[in-house]
């Protein structure tokens, strides 16, 4: 039968706003994650990691929030631009070898001018 | 530096043929992972090579197979080709140690026909 796309989550903010993005995670071993920012027609790109003995990690506008206890993720983007509107996803890595990332359906932000 | 490059961008194919898929990592990476993007499943994991070795696979069947060159550069190969294989074809190239960043190319769309 005809495959059904994934229904994305919407997150509409208006320039200038903060934006948050959450994400829950499957592995309560998985000891590294990493959000992805992906544009139409491009590939994932990296935007930020944090490794599990952080609950915290800073980067140029962006803040990664993670809380082990649920299995949650957050991407706190400060200032969002109309550059700012793609999906984004995070992304687990846990046990076995670097390059078995688990990827989550992803969210669309859409800024408004 | 050079980035992640993937050839072709774009691919058509008929049922029953086989294709074959380039990349070439970042200078100095040891690892490339390749990923099956569709609307319908999002993200999966399809394997990864480290060193000319496969050191994970992700659940796909045997028809997809890769290799790995001695100067890092990969390819993955696709024989009898199905409808359900058109996607958008992604790898990631990292370090290879454990808990590094994953850096992801443009990605070639393959439809088949």
């Known amino acids: 039968g005809e495959s059904v796309g994934l229904h994305l989550p919407t997150l509409s903010v208006q320039e200038g706003d903060n934006s948050i993005i959450n994400c829950a995670y499957s592995n309560s071993a998985s000891d590294y994650f990493i959000w992805y920012k992906q544009e139409s027609g491009k590939g994932p790109q990296f935007i930020i990691d944090?490794?599990?003995?952080?609950d915290k990690r800073q980067g140029q506008r962006v803040t990664v929030l993670l809380n082990k206890t649920v299995k949650h993720l957050s991407l706190q983007i400060a200032a969002t631009q109309p550059g700012d509107s793609a999906v984004y996803f995070c992304?687990?890595?846990?046990?076995?070898?670097?390059?078995?990332?688990?990827f989550g359906k992803g969210t669309k932000l859409s800024v408004k001018p | 530096k050079a980035g992640v490059t993937q050839t072709p961008r774009y691919l058509i194919k008929t049922r029953g043929q086989q294709v074959t898929l380039s990349c070439s990592p970042i200078s100095g990476h040891r690892s490339v992972s390749w990923y099956q993007q569709t609307p319908g499943q999002g993200l999966q994991f399809l394997f990864e090579?480290?060193?000319?070795?496969?050191?994970n696979k992700g659940n796909f069947p045997g028809r997809f197979s890769g290799r790995q060159f001695s100067n890092s550069r990969s390819e993955m190969n696709v024989s009898t080709l199905e409808l359900g294989d058109s996607a958008l074809y992604l790898c990631?190239?990292?370090?290879?140690?454990?808990?590094?960043?994953?850096?992801f190319g443009q990605g070639t769309r393959l439809t088949v026909v």
């Open positions: 090579y480290f060193s000319e070795t496969q050191r």
């Open positions: 990631a190239s990292s370090p290879g140690d454990r808990n590094t960043e994953a850096f």
């Open positions: 944090i490794r599990s003995n952080m």
């Open positions: 992304a687990e890595n846990y046990g076995g070898s670097q390059g078995n990332l688990i």
